[in-house]
């Protein structure tokens, strides 16, 4: 059985701490790796070398930063295959998927860090004074990341280029539930010792790290309870967060739409990685309209998500990360039904080993039950009939979240009332679309901090005016 360790100043090293906890596989329950529960020891030594890191990495040209984040994306590429395999053995997620967004997000990593090469780290303005005003954006120094277990590489690729195109170093934790991706994404880098740090555990790493006075920003993904206690301790420190956290994401399908091609394109929304996305359809209003053959393809779609383990090809939906999640997914449908619901597909725990949970449709859903307010995270699709666009848009906007949101429609005058949806994106015909120039910040309990494309380096750097007056 293999005992994780942690990567600090370059060394991969054992902890400081005395206590450890199994990773599981989620489909097989057979324990897969030994990993250490974190101390302040083992963050404090991770921040040390951090800051120590610092200065020599931002001493480096950004032509020069970038090369080196280019090199270790296309390795990540090259390994997208074996890392998503050890993304499988931890959280459940099939092969197929989780090479498809590893790679992507190794292309994301890179054009992310390219944008350092256009970014104004300075420049100068006249004042009307006669003299100038030069606007120069430093670093922060010691960052810290801290990403969830449903995308460990993915996320974690999205948060570290901008971070360290810019010329910051970062400690990185990964979730207590999906570590060994982590491990083996810093075996591929290839950066000066130190530049990226990683430190494992669960909130006895999480804590010191986030309280840590040296971090300059921590960048954290998760709940809204976690992102809560994160935000009150960076703004206590006076230092800054993103956090980007739970979800409730509404799809408005209009009248109007290819019912069937629909149907099929909020199925994979919905189920896609067992519902685990932060982005993941978890409220679905659509019109009576198109009402019936809608509801009709999305539950022969469901039947399409075949069960079983990740690394089987004909595997569509793979286990839900654990026990407790699975138990969550299944309380929140129970809820429902008691409450009226019906249950279209799925809707009941297999039998046998593994956290599995089927494709689920509901139907007869409203806003007193939890699979309508409360992120669910499992592969359900709630659906409710609504009489026009208006009040779709209306009741998808209705929530505490605010992270993302869908609309089909062919009427350009409600794609244009997209837009009025309270969520740092909107997706109009096309679930997940857009590329590195996306820039958003949640609404609501969903998180805030604006990030992606200048946002991201804006966050990541901090500006000083040098005003200089003429010379007498």
């Not at 280019?70 to 989780?98: F, N, Y």
């Not at 499992?378 to 979240?401: D, H, M, Q, T």
Request: contains cysteine.
């Amino acid at each position: 059985m293999k005992t994780l360790q942690n990567l600090i100043g370059g060394i991969w090293e054992d902890s400081r701490g005395d206590a450890f906890h199994d990773v599981v596989n989620p489909a097989t329950e057979e324990v897969v790796a030994r990993c250490p529960s974190g101390s302040p020891e083992d963050v404090r030594l991770a921040v040390d070398a951090a800051v120590r890191a610092q200065p020599a990495w931002a001493a480096l040209t950004v032509a020069e930063r970038v090369e080196r984040l280019s090199q270790w994306a296309d390795t990540i590429a090259a390994h997208a295959d074996e890392l998503a395999e050890i993304e499988c053995r931890e959280m459940g997620k099939p092969v197929a998927l989780g090479t498809a967004f590893i790679g992507g997000a190794a292309m994301g990593f890179k054009a992310a860090a390219a944008e350092a090469l256009e970014y104004a780290f300075e420049e100068t303005v006249p004042a009307p004074d006669g003299g100038s005003t030069t606007i120069v954006r430093a670093p922060l120094g010691a960052t810290a990341v801290i990403v969830p277990w449903n995308f460990p590489v993915p996320m974690t690729l999205g948060a570290l280029g901008p971070l360290l195109a810019a010329g910051n170093t970062v400690v990185l934790k990964p979730s207590e539930r999906s570590p060994m991706s982590a491990v083996r994404l810093l075996e591929l880098m290839d950066l000066p010792p130190g530049v990226v740090n990683l430190v494992l555990g669960d909130s006895r790493a999480g804590a010191p790290l986030v309280a840590d006075e040296r971090v300059g920003l921590v960048h954290f993904t998760g709940s809204v309870e976690s992102g809560r206690k994160v935000g009150e301790r960076t703004g206590a420190l006076l230092r800054r967060s993103i956090l980007e956290l739970g979800g409730k994401d509404p799809v408005v399908v209009d009248a109007g739409v290819d019912p069937v091609a629909t149907a099929a394109a909020v199925a994979f929304g919905a189920f896609a990685n067992s519902g685990q996305i932060c982005t993941s359809m978890e409220r679905v209003y659509v019109h009576r309209d198109v009402a019936e053959p809608f509801i009709e393809a999305l539950v022969e779609a469901a039947g399409t998500y075949a069960l079983g383990d990740g690394h089987d090809a004909g595997t569509v939906l793979g286990p839900l990360v654990d026990r407790r999640q699975r138990d969550i997914v299944a309380r929140h449908v129970a809820d429902a039904v008691s409450r009226g619901a019906t249950v279209r597909a799925g809707g009941v725990v297999p039998e046998g080993r593994g956290f599995f949970y089927p494709a689920t449709v509901l139907t007869g859903v409203d806003e007193s039950m939890l699979v309508m307010t409360e992120e669910t995270f499992g592969p359900i699709a709630p659906v409710v009939v609504v009489s026009s666009f208006e009040e779709g848009l209306e009741r998808a906007s209705a929530s505490r979240f605010g992270l993302a949101a869908t609309v089909y429609t062919a009427d350009p005058a409600h794609m244009a009332a997209a837009r009025r949806i309270p969520a740092g994106v909107v997706w109009v015909n096309q679930w997940q679309g857009g590329g590195p120039e996306r820039l958003y910040e949640p609404a609501g309990d969903s998180g805030m901090g604006a990030t992606g494309s200048r946002a991201a380096y804006d966050a990541a750097t901090r500006p000083t005016s040098i005003h200089t007056a003429p010379a007498a």
